[in-house]
């Protein structure tokens, strides 16, 4: 393993000019989720102490209100908006309400539901459909036109144990980012095409970290996204548990073969306290994966390089949706059905989602996005909703993702303190994993 300490003090040369007329905040090696959990990278709060309050909205006469929760930084919030103001602007006779939650956003809709105050819609990720699925009313799929999702996999996200209880609003899928001008110095072809092979990307990334020893073949791989990656999943969709299988065990080697073996991504100590998207756009790293949308402010402000986007290695990955739900207790059914169909659906509000650094999930707003930067390849993040997959909707997931997340980076070679058998230790994990997942279900 080479130790590239020149490299941390270059890329933060490199990418001190970049940063600080970006405006935006740098993202960590790990990508961020956007699947209805609050610790995703949110924009820095602007300053509105000496701005005019806009005035609050309230129904006219006659107008039917319902509510509207949703969360994210302030762009995602002002898209919200828009979207209440496009439904409204063609169903006059709803208001909508909007209630945005800043923060711990989870938490505070669990509070909602038990005080019963829960919004008519409320946004929810995939992966939280499970746990919410007591306050969510079913929804007659036979009654919304989903001719135009790009593929089925956003909708069946938001389908827990048979009964559709959410319609996908955007999604993130993950594929690589790439500097074309350090594939061509390590005379190797880039990954343009349809596919892209875990045995090429090893071979590309080793070439590339050859270069020189200023030079990294990309970040570090992880593991939730390369157990997709060779083929396995975490859980399956018969609620087990199967982290343990030899597609997550090649998975997890890879990521920690990645560091010590082929060489060609940093180390833990090494990325500690470092944002290696900027090593990237500093012209540093060959390959940029697990990289989603909402990547792309970042990669925008490169001038010195020439990159694109690819498929991610192996063709599989994890598909972060988020969608709207409609409470069970609501008093207004059919205009909150009307409302969650129209942000799915419409064209006018996917063609808002398709402005932003989210995909949306409709052929509409996918022309509007592939419009933003249409010199690169932005349909590979569509391609790749064809062949990536969605968690598994189940309660107790996210404590089973602990349980795997805590065992590789205490136990494994993938973190920094130990080196044991990898089978043993997602064995014994499993096992452990497997009594929380029957405890909940």
Same mark, same amino acid.
């Given at each position: 393993?080479?130790?590239?300490? *020149?490299?941390? *003090?270059?890329?933060?040369?490199?990418?001190?000019?970049?940063?600080?007329?970006?405006?935006?905040?740098?993202?960590?090696?790990?990508?961020?989720?956007?699947?209805?959990?609050?610790?995703?990278?949110? /924009?820095?709060?602007?300053?509105?102490?000496?701005?005019?309050?806009?005035?609050?909205?309230?129904?006219?006469?006659?107008?039917?209100?319902?509510?509207?929760?949703?969360?994210?930084?302030?762009?995602?919030a002002?898209?919200?908006?828009? &979207?209440?103001a496009?439904?409204?602007?063609?169903?006059?006779?709803?208001?909508?309400?909007? $209630?945005?939650?800043?923060?711990?956003?989870?938490?505070?809709? %669990?509070?909602?539901?038990a005080?019963?105050? =829960?919004?008519?819609?409320?946004?929810?990720g995939?992966? !939280?459909?499970?746990?919410?699925?007591? =306050?969510?009313?079913?929804?007659? $799929?036979?009654?919304?036109?989903?001719?135009?999702?790009?593929?089925?996999?956003?909708?069946?996200?938001?389908?827990?144990?048979?009964?559709?209880?959410? *319609?996908?609003?955007?999604?993130?899928?993950?594929?690589?980012?790439?500097?074309?001008?350090?594939?061509?110095?390590?005379?190797?072809?880039?990954?343009?095409?349809?596919?892209?092979?875990?045995? %090429?990307?090893?071979a590309?990334?080793?070439?590339?970290?050859?270069?020189?020893?200023?030079?990294?073949? /990309?970040n570090?791989?992880?593991?939730?996204?390369?157990?997709? %990656?060779?083929?396995?999943?975490?859980?399956?969709?018969?609620?087990?548990?199967? @982290?343990? /299988?030899?597609e997550?065990?090649?998975?997890?080697?890879?990521?920690?073969?990645?560091?010590?073996?082929?060489?060609?991504?940093?180390?833990?100590?090494?990325t #500690?306290?470092?944002?290696? &998207?900027?090593?990237?756009?500093?012209?540093?790293v060959?390959?940029? *994966?697990?990289?989603?949308?909402?990547?792309?402010?970042?990669?925008? #402000?490169?001038?010195?390089?020439?990159?694109?986007?690819?498929?991610?290695?192996?063709?599989?990955?994890?598909?972060?949706? $988020?969608?709207?739900?409609?409470?069970?207790?609501?008093? !207004?059914?059919?205009?909150?059905?009307?409302?969650?169909?129209?942000?799915?659906?419409?064209?006018?509000?996917?063609?808002?989602?398709g402005?932003?650094?989210?995909?949306?999930?409709?052929?509409?707003?996918?022309?509007?996005?592939?419009?933003?930067?249409?010199?690169?390849?932005?349909?590979? @993040?569509?391609?790749?909703?064809?062949?990536e997959?969605?968690?598994?909707?189940?309660?107790?997931?996210?404590?089973?993702?602990?349980?795997?997340?805590?065992?590789?980076?205490?136990?494994?070679?993938v973190?920094?303190?130990?080196?044991?058998?990898?089978?043993?230790?997602?064995?014994?994990?499993?096992?452990?994993?497997? =009594?929380?997942?029957d405890?909940?279900?």
């Amino acid at each position: 393993m080479k130790r590239k300490v *020149l490299a941390i *003090l270059m890329a933060t040369a490199m990418i001190a000019g970049l940063t600080a007329c970006g405006g935006n905040a740098a993202q960590s090696n790990q990508p961020a989720a956007d699947a209805g959990n609050t610790n995703e990278v949110e /924009s820095a709060a602007k300053d509105t102490s000496d701005e005019e309050e806009k005035p609050v909205a309230t129904a006219s006469d006659g107008q039917i209100t319902i509510q509207y929760s949703y969360w994210g930084s302030a762009d995602e919030a002002a898209t919200e908006e828009a &979207i209440i103001a496009a439904f409204m602007e063609q169903n006059p006779d709803i208001f909508v309400e909007p $209630v945005y939650v800043e923060s711990s956003y989870e938490d505070k809709l %669990q509070l909602m539901i038990a005080g019963n105050t =829960a919004p008519d819609v409320m946004a929810i990720g995939s992966e !939280h459909v499970a746990n919410f699925s007591g =306050a969510l009313a079913a929804i007659d $799929v036979s009654t919304v036109d989903t001719s135009g999702y790009i593929s089925d996999v956003p909708l069946n996200a938001l389908n827990y144990n048979g009964t559709q209880y959410g *319609l996908p609003k955007r999604a993130n899928t993950k594929v690589i980012a790439y500097n074309k001008a350090l594939f061509e110095q390590a005379e190797v072809a880039c990954p343009d095409g349809d596919t892209y092979s875990i045995e %090429q990307f090893i071979a590309d990334a080793t070439a590339i970290a050859g270069i020189s020893d200023e030079i990294y073949g /990309s970040n570090a791989p992880y593991y939730g996204q390369w157990i997709y %990656q060779f083929g396995g999943r975490t859980i399956d969709e018969s609620g087990k548990v199967v @982290f343990n /299988s030899k597609e997550a065990v090649d998975a997890i080697q890879f990521c920690a073969d990645a560091v010590n073996k082929y060489g060609f991504a940093p180390s833990r100590e090494e990325t #500690e306290g470092q944002n290696v &998207i900027e090593w990237f756009m500093g012209g540093l790293v060959g390959v940029y *994966l697990d990289c989603g949308p909402f990547n792309l402010p970042y990669f925008t #402000e490169i001038t010195d390089f020439d990159w694109d986007f690819g498929p991610a290695p192996g063709n599989g990955g994890g598909m972060e949706v $988020v969608g709207v739900s409609i409470s069970a207790a609501t008093e !207004h059914p059919e205009e909150a059905a009307r409302f969650a169909a129209f942000v799915s659906t419409s064209k006018e509000a996917q063609e808002i989602i398709g402005g932003t650094t989210a995909m949306p999930v409709t052929e509409d707003g996918k022309a509007v996005f592939l419009q933003q930067y249409p010199d690169k390849n932005l349909q590979a @993040f569509f391609d790749a909703a064809e062949y990536e997959s969605a968690p598994a909707t189940i309660k107790g997931a996210s404590l089973v993702n602990g349980i795997l997340n805590s065992a590789i980076y205490d136990r494994t070679a993938v973190g920094t303190v130990a080196d044991e058998d990898i089978q043993t230790v997602l064995d014994e994990a499993a096992i452990e994993a497997q =009594a929380v997942l029957d405890e909940n279900n």
